[in-house]
C-alpha cells in the first residue's frame, strides 16, 4: 500500500509568486489533513477534509491559503501570493476515519522556500 | 502560547544512558500520541495512550499518560545510535484524531 505523497518535496519561489503543493493520501482515507513547520516553531495544523468537504479550516493563517480537495482523493494547498513567512514544511496527512485511535499518516512533507 | 510544552528541545546522550522526554500542557487531552522524525520524512506514529494513567512500551519505549491527561512522558531504556532522531508529542483536544496539536519537539542524539 503506498503511503501519503506529496508533491514537490522542495520549492523556492520569489516573493509574490504562486505555488501550489499537491498531497496524494492513502488510498481509501477519506480523512485528509495539512499541517505547517514553520522554523524553529511547532506543527500546526492547517485543516481538515472529509471527503471533499472542508470539516475544519481554523487553522489557515489568512486567505491567501486555498486547499481544495476535488473528488475526494488528492488535495491541493495554493499559496497566493506568497510571503516570507510562509517558508516552512508543510505536511499532509491522512486517516482512514476519525476518533483518538485512528492513526493518522504523514507525508514526507514539502519544504516551501519563498525568497 | 504553546499548549504542549515538549522538553527538551535538544538532547545529547551516550549510547546504554537512559532518557525521559516530557509533554506538558494545562489542557486535558482526549490522547496524546508519540511520534519519530527521520530528516526529510513526515512524523511517524510510535504510540498512542488514551486512558489516564496508561502505561505502554515499545520494546525500550516507555510512554505514559498522566492521571489528569494533561502530560506525558517517553522513557528511553539503553538508549542506542539508532534512537537518534526528531521525537514529537501531539495532543487530540476533542477526540478528533488526525487533529492534532504538537510539542516542539525533542531532538535526540545517541552518540557511540
Known amino acids: 500500500e503506498a503511503g501519503v505523497t506529496q508533491f514537490p518535496s522542495h520549492s523556492v519561489i520569489e516573493k509574490g509568486q504562486t505555488v501550489t503543493l499537491r498531497c496524494d493520501p492513502i488510498s481509501g482515507h477519506d480523512n485528509l489533513y495539512w499541517y505547517r513547520r514553520v522554523m524553529g516553531k511547532e506543527i500546526k495544523f492547517l485543516l481538515h477534509f472529509v471527503k471533499e468537504s472542508k470539516q475544519d479550516e481554523s487553522g489557515m493563517p489568512n486567505n491567501r491559503f486555498l486547499a481544495e480537495r476535488t473528488g475526494g482523493t488528492y488535495s491541493t494547498l495554493k499559496v497566493q501570493p506568497a510571503e516570507l513567512e510562509d517558508s516552512g514544511v508543510y505536511f499532509c496527512?491522512?486517516?482512514?476515519?476519525?476518533?483518538?485511535?485512528?492513526?493518522?499518516?504523514f507525508g514526507q512533507g514539502t519544504r516551501l522556500t519563498v525568497v | 502560547t504553546q499548549l504542549l510544552e515538549q522538553s527538551p528541545q535538544f538532547l545529547s546522550i551516550q549510547e546504554g544512558e537512559n532518557l525521559t522526554v516530557y509533554c506538558n500542557s494545562s489542557s486535558v487531552f482526549s490522547s496524546l500520541q508519540w511520534y519519530r522524525q527521520e530528516p526529510g520524512e513526515g512524523p511517524v506514529l510510535l504510540v498512542t495512550?488514551?486512558?489516564?494513567?496508561e502505561v505502554k512500551k515499545l520494546k525500550r519505549l516507555t510512554f505514559q499518560f498522566g492521571d489528569a491527561r494533561k502530560d506525558s512522558s517517553l522513557h528511553i531504556t539503553a538508549a542506542q545510535p539508532g534512537d537518534t532522531g526528531l521525537y514529537l508529542c501531539?495532543?487530540?483536544?476533542?477526540?478528533?484524531?488526525?487533529?492534532?496539536?504538537f510539542g516542539q519537539g525533542t531532538e535526540l542524539s545517541v552518540k557511540p
Open positions: 501531539a495532543g487530540d483536544r476533542n477526540n478528533q484524531g488526525g487533529k492534532l496539536i
Open positions: 496527512a491522512s486517516s482512514r476515519a476519525q476518533g483518538s485511535s485512528t492513526e493518522a499518516f
Open positions: 495512550v488514551v486512558t489516564g494513567g
